[in-house]
């Protein structure tokens, strides 16, 4: 059974850091595109990063230059590094996945939409409050 289990939420002051960590069970992370979404109440769920080939990633506007993404072969995982944090950033964060040899490749620089994901994990909620 294939799971995708976020971690590393939590509340931060704002400035503040968070290391979301994607761990996947039932399957092995390196063909598959991983992207990181976030809902805040009353808002539509969006894309923040994106990571496919190594040298494919992506980052919404709003958090580039603050969050980085990247892949943990050994540990079969995809970790977001959140830095400076604001009080917009604050919501459900969700990783998924998309087995890149079925779907295609990405357009580098973009992401994969929120329907073309295959599997979803729970979500890790991120609050930034002072």
């Known amino acids: 059974q294939v799971q995708l289990v976020e971690s590393g939420g939590g509340l931060v002051q704002p400035g503040g850091s968070l290391r979301l960590s994607c761990a996947a069970s039932?399957?092995?992370?390196?063909?598959?595109?991983v992207g990181w979404f976030r809902q805040a109440p009353g808002k539509e769920r969006e894309g923040v990063s994106y990571?496919?080939?190594?040298?494919?990633?992506f980052y919404a506007d709003s958090v580039k230059g603050r969050f980085t993404i990247s892949r943990d072969f050994a540990e079969n995982t995809v970790t977001l590094q959140m830095n400076s944090l604001k009080p917009e950033d604050a919501g459900v964060y969700y990783c998924?996945?998309?087995?890149?040899?079925?779907?295609?490749?990405?357009?580098?620089?973009?992401?994969?939409?929120?329907?073309?994901?295959?599997?979803w994990g729970q979500g890790t909620q991120v609050s930034v409050s002072s």
């Open positions: 998924a996945a998309v087995f890149l040899p079925r779907r295609g490749p990405t357009e580098k620089g973009t992401m994969v939409p929120e329907d073309g994901y295959e599997y």
């Open positions: 039932g399957l092995t992370l390196d063909p598959y595109g």
């Open positions: 990571i496919g080939s190594s040298t494919n990633t």
